[in-house]
Structures are given as structure tokens and as C-alpha cells.
């Protein structure tokens, strides 16, 4: 199949135009390690690197013609070539092109610029022009010597890294798409009529890479030309099929299928916790389970996401869940991704399951290695019909008995290779024929529905839409630093109620130092305000053992505040807590923020989250930063919060930050290209039955090497 697609041509000389690393030699040099970087190895994957934008440089304008705000390309002689220091180093370059004058400003600048643009020389330059105070000028344009002819077509600027400069990237995908075969993959009729592109791939692939004379930059920008048109509709159709295609090969595997025996009294295990527990399920808890147990039942792998707010009470029926496995005779793995979150689950689900007979191993990567051993030998042994524990679950040594049931907590945070490696060890030989576990992932950011049945095709979605009953609203309010000392004074009252108190730092990215005095000075400062009151400090750097000291303490009350890096960030659970402080609260993401704030409010109590935040030098807040702020203001609906944090981000970021960070969709916008999305959802099955060569084509032109992760 490789072949088919274009691929087997990995065995060629790559760039044939450029001698240095054609010739088989087994070195790469930098701007080739670049493209594979890229994920570029395939003449096809170059054919496919489409441009992030065009530049101009065609027209030659005359400044007394350009505005302000415009990105243009002059030619001017130098009439001032300087060295000033106010109000910093830059150098200053002033230009006349005869129609008028204009100010180059270099801030970072080498003794080449001052040479190209020394008195007196002609220059062509291209940026974009401010009007200042005192007339026209650019901030690090892009300069060259004047003449030379100029480009007949718009130049393509291709996203690349650093190491591959553009000229060289540019070459390289020329070459892919002369050599790609780029031969279609649809048959004549799949185009809807109204939207026909009028273009086979090739043309729109040659219009996009070199625009023709005609085309103007407008034409291309925002990506409604037809040839754009024709590219998103592929590649949402190579990510349609993808999906189809894992759906097709799962219900093509077979799983254990979890009947509860007929020697125990049915369902006894899921009676009793039920009746130990004091609560009643809420409907939608019941309505989720009822889904879960029916998919146990079927001989096809369960692979069902649970969604459900903070609060929302997934654990519970992740345990019942668990038990159905057990008391089919298959053990339960469950995963979370830190060791704080797994230690919750693990003491709720003793606390419930010990009475019951059933006995829970943890494995952690900190635990010592006496303690480890015991439990290998628990699991190995089949004594141990729940494993609860983080990624050290998965590993090599790990050998699990009959495992029946897998559920992943909090699944978006775990990274791509953790869950390409807990797919491979799900596979297990069971009587000569591969039986592969069934898997609950849950999440308590839910995805917005259609971003869900596009992006998860093979996904079965249960949504716990409901909070349980006797939740009081949680008051937000968004305040500025300067009224720190009022929140502290807020602080004080809730402890004298006798209530507890999260004050979360934020996090700085790549500065754990930072961090962690922003934290310490924190913590100190809330000791001298509240005298006579125990205030702890978590943070990422303290051990496992500490961290564990610190939350039990806080979890038994005997703390009233805790001063906190982001480590609390999901799942811990303590009733009494009833105000959340998150400092500098507009460094955070939107789901991130909701996830903290759902910290509180847990129990009956009145509760209530302040985001505070600080605008340091500039006086005004980002506008995204601000969007986010005013969301939490209004809304505590996890699924409103989704909502809008896809608006403010754009879908690409939103599951991109999700993934491994190699964005899914590269061309096509879920929010915006619908239509075609719809087209593709319709044309996927049809390909796959009646042209399944054509499909898997496509599958690999588009995906080649990536299937395997888009699954995941
Ligand atoms: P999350 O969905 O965020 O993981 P949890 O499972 O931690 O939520 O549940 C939050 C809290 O609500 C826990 O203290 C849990 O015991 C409690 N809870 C769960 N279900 C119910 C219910 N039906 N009625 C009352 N309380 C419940
Ligand atoms: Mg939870």
C-alpha cells in the first residue's frame, strides 16, 4: 500500500537539485534533520506543507501612494544612516524615494545593515509602515540593494523551524511536488455540485505553492479560495476515514465480555456499595452507568469517554464500573495522571471496596521497592482485582492476570506515547486469541459535542450532565491585586467560621525557581496575617511523602490554609474548603481556572473563588486573558466554559494543547469549515465500502506515518 501512495519514493534522493545531500550519504545535515522535524520526509509531505500566508513582493510602491498600517515594499536611497541612543540603541535609517520619506528602525543590528545601508544607497525594503509622530517609518523591515527583477507571483511562507531557512524549504517542496503522485483519490461525483472545486489536487496544490500573476494576496488570505476549499475537504476526509478505519478494526477485536457469574448472587458487590454509600445516584450517574454496563456485556471493546464537570461525581461510577469487572472474575486497572489524584481515588476506593472483600494494589513510581513488590506479587497473583496507581501502571514489569477493564482519569493529560504504550499492553493473549480490554476514559473538561463526533469517531461519548443536589453556587468574583489585603481580611472570616481556604500561585512556565518563591513568600505572608493558624504550602518540588503529609492534613482540617502551587489542580476533594484565592489568576487557561474553582463548593457550604489579578506594568489586561476572566465571572457550566474557551482559542489550540502538541487538522477549521465536514462525514463510510483502495490512499497520503497517533 505504501507504494500507492507516493511514499515508497523514501528510497530516492531526497532534493535532487541540491548536490550536498543527494547521494545516499548517511549524514544529515541540520536543514534536513529540520524537515524531518517537520514530519517532511516524503516528496509527499512536502507536496502537502502548505504556506502559512504569501508575501507581496511584486509591487514596488511609492510611499506618497501607502498608508499607514500597510505592509509595503519600497525602493528609497538612504539620506541618513545613524547610531542613536534615545530612547535605546537602534540604529536609524532614513530613506527618500522621491515621493516622500520614511524611518527604518533597527534595534538589534549588525555591521552588514549599516553597509547595505549606509549613505547614499539604494534599497529595496519591505515592512510595515507606522505612522509616527514625526511621519513614516518601519521596525525591522527586510532590506536588500535596489534592482534586481522583481517576483511575477506572490512568495509562500511555509511554516518551518528554526535551522530551514525558507529559501531552502522552499526548494524542497517544489521538488516533493514535482515528484509526489498526487493522482486522485476521489471518484468523479464525490464534489457537491455547489462547492465543486474546479480543480484536481495537483492544480490546486501548484496554485498554492505558486500562485499565479493574477491571484492577489487577498485572494489567498483567508483561505476561501477554492483551492484552499479543495485541501480542507481532503483532509477532513482523510481524518473522517482514519476514525472509521480504527472504529472498524476495534469492533473487530474482541474483548472479555463481563456477565457477572452465576454462582454469585448477581451483582452482589454493586448492591452492596450501593447500599453502604449516603448518597443516591443522581439520574444522570444511573443513566451513565446503565451505558457502561451494557458495553462490559458486548464482546466488542468498550471505548467510552466519560465527561462530567468537577463535582459531578464520576468516581462513583467508576467504581461501579470496576466492580462489574470484578465480580465477572477480569481485574480493573485504574490510571491517573499524578500521584496526589491517584492517592484520592485510591483511599475513596478502599474505603468502599475493602468492606466489600476486594482487594486494591497501588503502584507508583515513588513507592520503595519492598512495598512494590508486594504489590507485582498481588497483581500477578490475580489477589488484587483493582490496581490503582499513576503511569507506573503500565509499565514492563506490570504483569496483569486477566485484566478485564481499563479506566483513565483526567485522559487529556496524559501524553500521546503514554496511551500509544497502554494500547500495547492492553493487548492480551487469552486462550490463543487477542482479547483487548475495555476502556473508560473520563474527563472533566468535556469536549464540545461536535468537536467530539468529529475529532472522536471511534469514540462513544456518556455525559454526566447533572451535579449532585444540595450544591450551593460558588460566587465568583475577579478582583485586582491591589485589594490583596481586603482578601486576606475575607480569609480570616472564613476560618473563624471554621472553614478552609485554598490560595492557589500560579505557575510560571520554565521557572519552577520563580515559582516557588512567589509560593514561599505567599505562604509566609498569609502566616504573619493570620496568626494562630496553620497555613502549609504544597508545591511541586517537595516529595511525594511531603506532598501526601500536606494534603492528608489539609484533607483532615487540621489546616486552615493551603498555599499552593498548581499540584491541586485536579481531583482532591475536601468538603470544607469554601474559598478558592487564585493569584494572578490571568496567567491561567480558561478550563484550567474552572477545573481549580470546582476545588470548592463541594460540600453544602456557600462558597466562593476570587481571581485575582495583576496588570503589572502595562495598564490594561490582554484581551484573551480578559475574555477568560469574565467567562468564570459568569458561568460555572463546565460545558459553557468549553464553549467559550474554544471561541477565545480556536479549535486547533484547544485540542492541540491536548495532544501532543502536534496539531490534528492542519488546513481545515472545525468551527468554520462545517460544511465540509459534513461532506466528509457522509463520503467516508461510502469510500471506505465501495472504493476501500482509493481510501486507504488517501488515508496514507494524508496521515502517512501520523494514523497511528490521531488515533490515539
Ligand atoms: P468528579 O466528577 O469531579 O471526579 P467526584 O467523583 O470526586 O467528582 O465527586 C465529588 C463529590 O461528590 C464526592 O465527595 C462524591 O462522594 C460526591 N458524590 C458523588 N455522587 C454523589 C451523589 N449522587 N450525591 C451526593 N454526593 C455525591
Ligand atoms: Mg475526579
Known sequence: MRDASGRGEAKSPRMPSDASIAGGRSTLSPAQKALHKLGLRDAID????????????????????????????????????????????????EVDDGSGRCVLRFLNFY????????????????????????????????????????????????????QLPQAYLRKAVMGGLVRADLSETLPPGAWPAAHAPAWSLRQALEL?????????????????????????????????????????????????????????????LRQQLLAALPFELTAAQKRVDAQITADLTREQPMHRLLQGDVGSGKTVVAALAALHCIEAGWQCVLMAPTEILAEQHFGKLVSWLEPLGVHTAWLTGSQKAAERRKALAAIESGQAALVVGTHAVIEDKVQLHRLGLVIIDEQHRFGVAQRLALRSKMALGEAGRALEPHLLMMSATPIPRTLAMSYYADLDVSTLDE???????????????????????????????????????????????????????????????????????????????????????????????????????????????????????????????????????????????????????QARLGQAARARLQAMAQTQDGFEIARRDLEIRGPGEFLGARQSGAPLLRFADLATDTLWLEWARQWAPRLLQQYPHLAQRHVERWLGGRSEFVKA
Open 467 to 617: 451535579l449532585p443536589p444540595g450544591r450551593s453556587p460558588i460566587v465568583t468574583k475577579v478582583v485586582h491585586e491591589r485589594r490583596r489585603e481586603e482578601i486576606v481580611s475575607r480569609i480570616a472570616q472564613q476560618i473563624a467560621q471554621g472553614r478552609q481556604v485554598y490560595w492557589v500561585c500560579p505557575m510560571i512556565e520554565e521557572s519552577e525557581a520563580l515559582d516557588l518563591r512567589n509560593a514561599t513568600a505567599t505562604h509566609a505572608e498569609l502566616q504573619r496575617a493570620l496568626p494562630g493558624h496553620a497555613v502549609a504550602l504544597l508545591h511541586s518540588r517537595l516529595s511525594a511523602i511531603d506532598k501526601k503529609a500536606v494534603m492528608a492534613a489539609f484533607a483532615a482540617g487540621q489546616t486552615a490554609v493551603l498555599v499552593s502551587t498548581t499540584v491541586i489542580e485536579v481531583g482532591v476533594d475536601v468538603p470544607n474548603a469554601s474559598l478558592m484565592v487564585i493569584e494572578h489568576a490571568e496567567r491561567f487557561g480558561l478550563s484550567q481556572l474552572h477545573q481549580l474553582r470546582g476545588r470548592v463548593g463541594r460540600g453544602t457550604v456557600a462558597s466562593a473563588c476570587v481571581l485575582m489579578y495583576s496588570t503589572g506594568e
Open 46 to 93: 512536502l507536496a502537502l506543507h502548505l504556506p502559512l500566508r504569501y508575501e507581496d513582493e511584486t509591487r514596488i510602491v511609492r510611499l506618497s501612494d501607502a498608508r499607514a498600517g500597510e505592509l509595503v515594499q519600497i525602493e528609497a536611497r538612504v539620506i541618513r544612516s545613524e547610531v542613536t541612543f534615545r530612547p535605546r540603541r537602534q540604529l536609524r535609517v
Open 208 to 268: 498554492l505553492h505558486q500562485p499565479g500573476p493574477q491571484l492577489r494576496l487577498a485572494e489567498l488570505e483567508d483561505r476561501s479560495h477554492p483551492a484552499w476549499q479543495r485541501l480542507k475537504a481532503e483532509e477532513l476526509l482523510a481524518q473522517q476515514l482514519s476514525q472509521l478505519q480504527a472504529r472498524r478494526a476495534r469492533d473487530a477485536m474482541r474483548a472479555p465480555v463481563l456477565q457477572p457469574s452465576a454462582i454469585e448472587p448477581v451483582a452482589a
Open 111 to 162: 555591521p552588514g545593515h549599516q553597509k547595505t545601508l549606509g549613505e547614499g544607497a539604494l534599497v529595496r525594503v519591505r515592512g510595515e509602515l507606522r505612522g509616527g509622530l514625526l511621519g513614516l517609518e518601519m521596525v525591522h523591515p527586510s532590506f536588500k540593494p535596489a534592482g534586481g527583477p522583481l517576483p511575477q507571483t506572490l512568495t509562500p511562507i511555509y511554516p518551518s523551524v528554526a
